[in-house]
């Protein structure tokens, strides 16, 4: 007899929990909050100079510990600039869009 | 008690079903209410999960008899700790154990990304919520831990094997491991489904499958270390299928680690990324199959059993559903940058990727081929030790050179003179210890001694790397915090190379030699002069059945000095095992093993004494793996922030 007893609440429990997102009152509208194409649009860009930035974190250290030369850094180092700068650019004008 | 059990079981089962259907038409129909009830039902899932665990263990240590499973597990007069190990000593428990990892995985998982990531998390719950259906439904229906009896006056026991502090822990850690795989592929899943396929899903799942890699890593090195001091036969790896069904994931997810790098720096190899964690979940759940099935034979206990069927139809649709995923979104999968050279970090990495790729289904191969042999020709044909031999050396030997050279490459490209610049000092290190190695005798074996020299050059480049780093940054302290992630990498480089150098010594250079003494006798082995004292006879009698023990003590001196004991047990209810005798020389870094094989006629004993250079390096290499995985695990403030001023303006 306990152990249905035991057995019933932990599924009354469980039904509770279930129910609490329609039991509570909340001014929240129930679509959910997507990322739109636009957000995709600049999460990738986000992206992009995130990995632009850190490949020239890269490229700096690689030089340092001897692991690239200088022809190589010169001819590296230039690229990425290019992409790191071309990155930001197209967030900034992203950024006064929105503005 | 037994009936609460079962009716947890029953709510965790529909919890699951319910997360995974409202999951599926909430993420479809875009219903926020609807999609945090899933959520919910995922978290309770896991609480319900707990209560049916709870009641098995209060069962297990109250020696409840009235179950099925603590009969058939436990004994009266087996101690708690063992009698709570038993849990997972049997396949419904372990079924139970592998249910509440997932759920209480799933819902950490869903709940500390339900903000970051909530357009994934939506995806996630179903596919947490489907695979956990899966569990509920085998554990209520097929094989459940709380079927009852009438009640017994004592269990069938433990196999004595079992009763190991190592098998305390051991299983616990495989299912953390097995079980963890699971987070990183319902992430990638997520993330195709809800065609949110950027770095998000990788960053949120990075250190769940790091955490679930270290834990099978170690789970495997424990499993080992106890297949040494209790299995008795002189070794740590058998390539059984069981061990197999462990290390295949853990190649797989090793891949995936090294792999998922390039996609973060390069935006490269996504498809690739999305199969290797596809193929590391399902390898998981084809390990279960094999295992318990009783398509193969294997050593370990419930082999054989009515739930692998199950298991293959699972893994069958667990695997269509993630092909067609992939199929489904290659067009927002494809890379859009190349490979710039062959002599690159990340064509090392792609190297890396095959040989580890390669491995895992050369493994697989010798898995499946009794099975195909079975069904094609009638007989059963089983690969052996040669085979899983040949082509560790095949590739994993390339791999260990890779682990040196990988880490000396720059990212993009590096010239052939800078990379044979940074390389003098680590080759001039394993040329060194080469002809060191030569002179000392260790070509004798030349698969150890390339091991060796490899081992030696790995060792060289991951001392430069600190060196040079330290230099670059001014402190060590410094170096690594900076950089956790690589710098907890190359601890857990040369963690494997200890392993490595562990395995070749014991392996290649071992002494392994029979002989037959008779008390007062002595024999002489690899500078180990041994003599055979007597045998002690210890009879017990308990409700479970009789049992005698064979105790042979020895003595030894020579290389070291001391005394050891050796048995023979047998059971009448569990069968004969034995109990080795070991003494660790730790000066001369190696192990006097000594196994109690046969007793023979008129008091002689037939016994198998082994010498084994440098295996206690396996152990210790399993403390530096975990130690350099928690180092590159530890939380990245700065990372995290990335992510959120990501998400912030991606939204607007």
């Not at chain 2, 079981?9 to 999609?35: D, K, P, Q």
């Not at chain 2, 498809?271 to 050593?299: C, D, H, K, P, Q």
């Not at chain 2, 293959?312 to 710039?340: C, D, Q």
């Not at chain 2, 004969?576 to 046969?598: C, F, K, M």
């Amino acid at each position: 007899m306990t152990g249905l007893i035991v057995g019933a609440l932990v599924a009354v429990a469980a039904v509770v929990i279930v129910s609490l997102p329609f039991l509570l009152r909340s001014d929240e509208s129930d679509e959910l909050q997507l990322t739109t194409s636009r957000g995709e649009a600049r999460m990738a860009l986000v992206e992009e100079r995130d990995r632009a930035l850190s490949a020239l974190k890269e490229l700096e250290f690689d030089h340092r510990t001897g692991k690239i030369d200088d022809v190589d850094y010169r001819e590296l180092v230039g690229p990425l600039r290019r992409a790191a700068a071309a990155a930001l650019q197209a967030l900034d004008a992203v950024d006064a869009d929105r503005s | 008690m037994a009936e609460v059990g079962r009716a947890a079981l029953v709510v965790s089962f529909a919890l699951a079903l319910y997360a995974c259907v409202a999951g599926t038409m909430a993420a479809l129909g875009r219903e926020r209410r609807l999609a945090d009830s899933a959520r919910n039902a995922l978290v309770a899932c896991f609480g319900s999960t707990l209560v049916a665990a709870a009641v098995l263990a209060t069962a297990l240590v109250r020696h409840d008899f009235t179950f099925e499973y603590v009969a058939s597990h436990t004994s009266r007069d087996l101690p708690t700790i063992y009698s709570l190990t038993a849990f997972w000593g049997g396949e419904e428990g372990s079924l139970l154990l592998w249910l509440l990892v997932l759920t209480g995985y799933g819902a950490l998982a869903v709940m500390l990304n339900r903000k970051l990531l909530s357009d994934l998390i939506v995806w996630v719950v179903p596919v947490i919520g489907g695979i956990a259906t899966f569990f509920a439904f085998m554990l209520f229906a097929v094989a459940s831990p709380f079927n009852t009896q009438t009640r017994a006056i004592d269990g069938a026991g433990l196999v004595p094997s079992l009763q190991n502090p190592y098998m305390v822990a051991h299983p616990p850690m495989l299912y953390l491991g097995y079980v963890g795989l699971t987070i990183p592929f319902a992430f990638a899943a997520g993330a195709m489904l809800s065609g949110q396929t950027d770095e998000r899903w990788i960053v949120a799942t990075r250190r769940w499958t790091l955490v679930a890699w270290m834990f099978l890593g170690f789970g495997q090195i424990l499993g080992a270390h106890w297949a040494y001091v209790e299995v008795g036969w002189g070794g740590y790896y058998a390539w059984d299928p069981v061990e197999n069904a462990a290390l295949m994931p853990w190649l797989a997810a090793t891949a995936f680690l090294h792999s998922v790098m390039i996609q973060e720096r390069k935006g490269m190899l996504k498809v690739w990324n999305m199969v290797l964690v596809a193929f590391a979940f399902n390898l998981s759940l084809f390990g279960t199959f094999l295992t318990r099935s009783g398509v193969i034979e294997s050593i370990h206990s419930f082999a054989k059993s009515s739930i692998g069927g199950w298991f293959l139809g699972m893994v069958v649709v667990s695997t269509l559903f993630s092909v067609a995923l992939i199929i489904w979104r290659l067009p927002l999968l494809r890379a859009r940058t190349k490979l710039e050279s062959p002599l690159s970090r990340e064509a090392a990495f792609l190297y890396n990727n095959l040989l580890f790729v390669a491995l895992t289904l050369t493994i697989f191969w010798g898995e499946i081929f009794p099975i195909l042999t079975q069904l094609f020709e009638g007989v059963s044909r089983t690969m052996g030790r040669p085979y899983f031999d040949f082509f560790l050396r095949v590739f994993g030997l390339p791999l260990v050179l890779l682990m040196g050279i990988g880490p000396l490459i720059a990212w993009r490209r590096t010239s052939v003179h800078a990379l044979l610049n940074t390389l003098v000092w680590p080759i001039a290190a394993a040329l060194a210890a080469g002809i060191a190695l030569v002179i000392a005798g260790a070509g004798s074996s030349t698969p150890g001694l390339i091991a060796y020299t490899f081992s030696a050059f790995v060792l060289a480049t991951i001392v430069l790397e600190f060196v040079r780093g330290t230099r670059a940054t001014g402190s060590v302290f410094q170096l690594v915090s900076r950089n956790r992630r690589r710098y907890g990498g190359y601890i857990v480089h040369a963690a494997i190379v200890l392993f490595v150098i562990g395995v070749a010594g014991s392996s290649a250079y071992q002494t392994n030699e029979y002989r037959q003494l008779r008390p007062g006798d002595s024999t002489t082995l690899d500078g180990y002069h041994l003599t055979y004292n007597g045998l002690q006879r210890i009879a017990s009698v308990s409700e479970s059945g009789s049992q005698t023990q064979y105790r042979a003590l020895l003595s030894f001196s020579g290389r070291a000095h001391g005394t050891l004991a050796t048995s023979l047990i047998d059971s009448s209810s569990l069968g004969p095992s034995h109990q080795v005798g070991i003494h660790t020389n730790w000066l001369r870094a190696e192990d006097l093993y000594v196994i109690l094989s046969q007793r023979l006629d008129g008091n002689a004993i037939r016994f198998e004494i082994l010498v084994k250079p440098l295996v206690n390096l396996i152990w210790i290499a399993g403390y530096v793996f975990v130690f350099g995985s928690l180092v590159a695990l530890w939380p990245d403030a700065q990372e995290q922030r990335r992510l959120v001023a990501r998400l912030a303006f991606a939204r607007g």
